[in-house]
């Protein structure tokens, strides 16, 4: 399976973003359908240290054992430690270029909102883009002002070939908005987290 298509349905997810046992929500989110998932452990009361890196050795081991790819979000520490298949990180983490130096083979992904980031990004060294905001998100305190679908066409229009992952916001009403807009996925937390059906909301993304 290609990278695209492994970031088709994306959940990002840690345990501030849980309001029950986060291995249950990601293995109802597995019988959904999700085909990646991102452990980003941030945010008042977020696990630290020992407990941090258990749960997310629990999730990887899941992950692992139904092939679904394992990133982790911004924490290099955590990539070796976890055996994690990448890594996605923010304009204000370490550089992807620097991320390739040291993990060579691992997927890198860059979240990216404008085109000046774009164009101070050094896209030669990443292997996908979160491209958002794309609509108003509550989970997320320090979020950008929301792009809409439109900055994913033009990100797809200039790299057609870098899978994008649409971020932000985004639920089943306004999913198929932004693969008609030329993403490869859709990456979401609450959609999934706080969902009374969890394996019928990843199925209608």
Same mark, same amino acid.
């Given at each position: 399976?290609?990278?695209?298509?492994?970031?088709?349905? *994306?959940?990002?997810?840690?345990?501030? #973003? $849980?309001?029950?046992?986060?291995? &249950?929500?990601?293995?109802?989110?597995?019988?959904?359908?999700?085909?990646?998932?991102? *452990?980003?452990?941030?945010?008042?009361? !977020?696990?630290?240290? +020992?407990? +941090?890196?258990?749960?997310?050795?629990?999730?990887?081991?899941? $992950?692992?054992?139904? &092939?679904?790819?394992?990133?982790? #979000?911004?924490?290099?520490?955590?990539?070796?430690?976890?055996? !994690?298949?990448?890594?996605?990180?923010?304009?204000?983490?370490?550089?992807?270029?620097?991320?390739?130096?040291?993990?060579?083979?691992?997927?890198?992904?860059?979240?990216?909102? #404008? @085109?000046?980031?774009?164009?101070?990004?050094?896209?030669?060294?990443?292997? *996908?883009?979160? !491209?958002?905001?794309?609509?108003?998100?509550?989970?997320? !305190?320090?979020?950008?002002?929301?792009?809409?679908?439109? @900055?994913? +066409?033009?990100?797809?229009?200039?790299?057609?070939?870098?899978?994008?992952?649409?971020?932000?916001?985004?639920?089943?009403?306004?999913?198929?908005?932004?693969?008609?807009?030329?993403?490869?996925?859709?990456?979401?937390?609450?959609?999934?987290?706080?969902?009374? #059906?969890?394996?019928?909301?990843? +199925?209608?993304?």
């Amino acid at each position: 399976m290609n990278l695209a298509s492994r970031l088709r349905k *994306y959940l990002i997810m840690g345990s501030t #973003n $849980c309001t029950r046992d986060p291995v &249950e929500i990601l293995l109802e989110a597995i019988e959904g359908g999700i085909t990646a998932f991102q *452990y980003r452990e941030k945010g008042e009361g !977020a696990l630290q240290g +020992k407990e +941090k890196l258990e749960l997310g050795l629990k999730l990887r081991r899941i $992950c692992k054992e139904h &092939e679904v790819l394992f990133i982790v #979000n911004d924490d290099t520490d955590l990539v070796e430690s976890l055996d !994690a298949d990448g890594v996605h990180v923010g304009q204000d983490d370490i550089s992807p270029s620097d991320l390739r130096e040291v993990f060579p083979d691992r997927v890198i992904g860059l979240s990216v909102s #404008n @085109w000046r980031e774009v164009e101070k990004s050094p896209t030669e060294h990443i292997d *996908y883009f979160g !491209a958002g905001p794309l609509f108003p998100t509550t989970t997320k !305190a320090d979020a950008k002002k929301p792009v809409g679908t439109a @900055w994913v +066409k033009e990100l797809r229009d200039n790299f057609p070939s870098i899978p994008i992952v649409g971020i932000g916001g985004i639920n089943r009403e306004n999913a198929p908005s932004i693969v008609s807009a030329g993403a490869d996925g859709v990456a979401v937390i609450s959609a999934i987290t706080r969902a009374e #059906n969890i394996p019928q909301s990843v +199925k209608q993304l």
